[in-house]
């Protein structure tokens, strides 16, 4: 397929994998606290009389959304004490022990039992001493036991089952919040128990990712509160309902109907902090709509509600968001003053949490918005300091994986690489499976910028197998992506992909994963359409648009609806191709997605310059593509189009305009220090030497680029400039036997790359040679090579090309039923892919191969090929098949039908070559009509025409016909 020249396939762009830390931080929700630290459930002063303040505890809010984050990226779990508060606690707990060592004496259980509770409560949320909170409150499960009444077991299990799910022990927290909802269910007079039990078997559920029990859990207890006009208690629900649905389910809407229904409670209850809450929420959620306008007003407005409130902790957390959302709207300026000053108010409270948060948000910012990778890695490194002096290892690991993307903006791959092994060492380290496996996908994609296949495969292998062994489908379905673009792209083996594919696609049907669906049958489209299967290409696609149809994705519609005009343009349906361009461009239009009319423009051109063969009309596109580059400053993609427009005017034959858009685009990339794209360049301005016949030029270029391509160990780029040599050999300097020499480097590259499709092409060249050189046998067995590998790697393109050379092989050798069978095979397969294009050539070369010794049959090929020429609008495909035409019917001695199909010829023909050549033929014909006249008017005019154009051998030629008359 023609790709966009941004050098990345149709299709989401995949940066490698790695793990984000969580900018935005939760404050603590409005229900006030409790004299043990908890959030107390039901408090509010207007409804206490109704609804009676529940003994049951519940996890501060905070605490709850720390929990929620994975481990890896876990922030520190507790901000120390002060010496002072620390030495409160400490004679508190004294006093508290002194009482129990008394009532324990006189055997006073109830009594004990609130002891019990008491410092169990101080340690767990005071001095976070987890194993001594425990063995309290299983003191106080047993106490209870020989008590009268449920509620105390119930109060038991309640402390039991937060302080295990602080711990992560799930089973136990789970089996405890169980316990505890049990006993409401059958004992409990007070409603706010249930609804409180509820509520933090929920949230249990949640912390250990049982998801749809968390939602059922949280409606529930949702509905105990709106059945009993539990206003307060709503209002913590909706929250964490709201916060279930964007960081469990991912439903972003949802999530924002959950808080809305929270911001207007807190309103009506006087919440101001819970108002401050919502607005915070409802920005994040609107972020993930992508609305971020609105969502930049909600956090300005949360913003307010933290400066009134006057908490230092709190309003630096809003600077962050604020100046985030300024980030995402591409407003620099603003978010550099917002996180500024977020991090002067950090620095002057101390507060390494929050200035390590700010310094990734402004590295981030420098690296995605202001495209300044070195810049970013400064805060970065920043960030790293502050993890490590804080003994954050989460944080430390997501340091050095933004450092690797640095690195690896700069083209530092080696870098990149060590900073990702670094991680990977840190997470097998700590036994994180899940993040291992994300991590060797990081290390495969820095070896594959380094064009380390081998060692990319092998760690995107090890990423599945472990995947697969822990049953994590989302880490399954990273590798198999991973996996087949390595095949694709790098391998150039579609068929090999599609199992990959395959399975990525299945994986993310499982996981309701609709986007990745929508890029799963993007890439198996991508895979067929490689394989020349264009028909089972443009059902993928069809099934990827209806995709981004359903999601009201208008950036993935704009690429399937490019991708389905793609498929249908090598199905030679050029218009179905135009109308899906159109619809794209449109939309793209609409949608102000400059960058999708770039894509279109590029397209369109394709489609003109190579489907259609207009090149001159592909400079029209060419143009558009190149205005919108310079309207959006992309000074790359402008280098890419000028290299496009110089190969248009290289097909029509303008090189030396061609020269000049290369010197363009050469001078830009430099600039950029795109070496890749300067090695391209290069290898196309020898090119252009080479047909403009100074080999010298064409030498010196070829060589340039060589060069390069050897001091970056660019293999690929290697290849391409030992093909050019090859070509200069056999084309210009007519000497295939030297050319084979560089043929051979060229299939030695391609062989140590593993590149099969790179090493067909070399077996075809290395046939051409030897064609030319009349040594045909050997030039049947580099074709059955080429045919053979074509065959395996399942390119059907590449077979009809080797099915019409081993016929033209044949043909030299005298064969004609072997010469028939493969043009045969080449006709059948091109009637199986829907390839008119190849269809049609075959036409023309069985029509060549019959037509000295069966002119008629010649005849019945060439009017298939002209019938085709018609259907692709192929203009110089139809002239060439009225010449062909002319001459069949001269041999079947039919010259008035042959004049006639002559003079169609002429009336098409535009070059002059052409021109010269239908008014050679034109002569003949009226000449063995016996027309004497008629015919030397146009050998005359083609004499002209030679003359001009500086052809000796024509003028030779028509001088001789012109004396026969």
């Not at 100074?694 to 340039?704: I, P, R």
Request: aromatic share 6%.
């Amino acid at each position: 397929m023609g790709n966009f020249p941004s050098s990345t396939k149709t299709g989401r762009r995949r940066e490698p994998r790695h793990m984000e830390v969580k900018i935005t931080v939760f404050t603590p929700a409005g229900a006030s606290a409790s004299p043990d630290g908890q959030q107390a459930t039901g408090s509010h002063e207007d409804t206490a009389a109704q609804h009676p303040a529940s003994e049951l505890a519940s996890l501060d809010i905070d605490e709850l959304v720390r929990l929620m984050e994975k481990p890896e990226r876990r922030t520190l779990q507790v901000e120390p004490n002060s010496a002072t508060d620390d030495r409160h606690v400490k004679i508190e707990l004294e006093t508290l022990k002194a009482e129990l060592n008394t009532s324990a004496s006189t055997g006073e259980k109830a009594k004990q039992f609130d002891l019990y509770c008491q410092i169990g409560d101080l340690y767990r949320t005071k001095l976070h001493d987890l194993q001594s909170a425990l063995q309290y409150y299983q003191n106080m499960l047993e106490c209870s036991k020989s008590l009268t009444g449920d509620k105390k077991e119930a109060k038991s299990h309640n402390r039991l089952g937060l302080t295990y799910d602080i711990l992560g022990m799930e089973e136990e927290a789970i089996r405890s919040h169980k316990g505890a909802l049990e006993i409401c269910k059958v004992t409990a007079n007070n409603e706010s128990d249930i609804c409180v039990a509820n509520k933090n078997l929920a949230s249990s559920l949640a912390l250990f990712d049982q998801v749809p029990g968390a939602k059922t859990n949280y409606e529930s207890a949702l509905a105990v509160a709106k059945e009993t006009g539990n206003k307060p208690e709503q209002l913590d629900i909706y929250l964490k309902l709201g916060d279930l649905h964007i960081d469990k389910l991912e439903e972003p809407q949802v999530s924002h109907k959950y808080h809305t229904e929270m911001l207007a409670l807190a309103m009506e209850l006087g919440k101001r902090h819970m108002e401050g809450e919502a607005y915070l929420r409802l920005g994040i959620a609107c972020s993930a709509l992508d609305d971020d306008e609105t969502a930049l007003d909600w956090h300005l407005k949360d913003l307010k509600v933290k400066q009134e409130e006057g908490g230092k902790k709190e309003e630096i957390t809003a600077h962050i968001n604020v100046g985030d959302a300024y980030m995402y709207l591409e407003k620099t300026d603003q978010a550099t003053s917002h996180l500024n000053t977020a991090l002067q108010m950090a620095e002057e409270t101390g507060d390494q949490q929050q200035q390590m948060q700010i310094h990734i948000c402004l590295g981030e910012m420098h690296r995605n918005q202001l495209d300044s990778p070195r810049t970013a890695i400064q805060y970065y490194e920043q960030y790293l300091a502050l993890a490590r002096q804080l003994g954050d290892r989460g944080a430390e690991g997501t340091a050095y994986n933004k450092l690797g993307l640095a690195h690896h903006g700069i083209g530092d791959h080696q870098a990149a690489l060590e900073w990702y092994q670094q991680v990977l060492k840190m997470r097998e380290e700590d036994g994180d499976k899940k993040a291992q496996i994300s991590q060797h996908i990081n290390v495969g994609y820095a070896y594959l910028s380094m064009e380390e296949t081998d060692q990319a495969t092998s760690h995107f292998d090890t990423a599945l197998h472990m995947a697969q062994q822990i049953e994590d489908p989302h880490g399954q379905m990273q590798a198999c992506f991973c996996l087949g673009d390595v095949h694709m792209e790098q391998l150039h083996s579609p068929r090999t992909a599609i199992p990959y594919h395959e399975l990525y696609l299945a994986l993310t049907i499982q996981l309701g994963e609709k986007s990745e669906e929508g890029l799963a049958y993007n890439r198996l489209g991508q895979a067929y359409y490689e394989m020349s299967e264009f028909g089972e290409a443009l059902g993928w696609y069809q099934k990827q648009l209806k995709m981004g149809q359903e999601n009201g994705d208008d950036a993935e519609q704009i690429n399937a609806q490019s991708n389905v005009g793609n498929a249908y343009m090598s199905l030679g349906k050029t218009d179905e191709a135009t109308s899906h361009f159109n619809t794209a461009l449109q939309m793209a239009q609409q949608t102000g997605d400059q960058h999708g009319q770039m894509r279109v423009s590029f397209y369109m051109g394709e489609m003109q310059r190579n489907q259609l063969h207009s090149p001159r009309t592909s400079i029209q596109y060419y143009e558009q593509h190149l205005a919108l580059a310079k309207q959006l400053g992309d000074r790359r993609q402008e280098g890419a189009v000028y290299n496009k427009l110089g190969l248009a005017h290289h097909d029509i034959g303008e090189h030396e305009a061609a020269m000049e858009l290369y010197k363009k685009a050469l001078k830009i990339q430099e600039e950029d220090g795109d070496k890749k794209s300067q090695i391209i360049l290069h290898t196309n301005m020898g090119d252009t030497y080479r047909l403009l016949g100074k080999v010298d030029q064409a030498t010196s270029q070829l060589n340039t680029a060589l060069q390069m391509a050897q001091q970056t160990g660019d293999l690929h780029e290697q290849l391409d400039v030992y093909f050019c040599l090859g070509e200069m050999q056999r084309e210009q300097l007519h000497s295939p036997s030297a050319s084979i020499q560089h043929y051979e480097q060229y299939l030695a590259l391609a062989r140590e790359l593993g590149d099969r499709r790179q090493e067909g092409l070399a077996y075809n060249k290395l046939g051409q040679a030897h064609y030319e050189m009349g040594e045909f046998q050997e030039a049947l067995d580099w074709f059955q090579k080429d045919l053979k590998m074509s065959q395996e790697i399942g390119d059907k393109e590449e077979q009809i090309k080797a099915h019409k050379n081993l016929a033209a092989s044949f043909q030299a050798l005298g064969n004609l039923d072997l010469t028939t069978s493969h043009y045969q095979s080449a006709i059948t397969i091109a009637m199986e892919t829907g390839n008119k294009q190849d269809l049609a050539d075959t036409y023309l070369k069985l029509g060549d191969s019959h037509r000295a010794h069966e002119p008629q049959l010649s005849h019945t090929y060439y009017t298939e090929m002209l019938a085709l020429a018609r259907d692709l609008k192929r203009k110089d495909a139809e002239r060439q098949a009225y010449n062909k035409l002319g001459l069949t019917c001269n041999e079947m001695k039919d010259h008035e039908a042959a004049l006639e199909w002559h003079q169609k010829n002429l009336t098409m023909s535009e070059e002059k070559e052409d021109k010269m050549t239908a008014h050679t033929n034109v002569g003949h014909s009226y000449q063995a009509l016996g027309k004497a006249d008629l015919a030397r008017s146009h050998y005359q005019s083609a004499m002209t025409i030679a003359m001009e154009t500086g052809n000796k051998q024509e003028q030779k030629y028509i001088a001789e016909w012109l004396a026969s008359l």
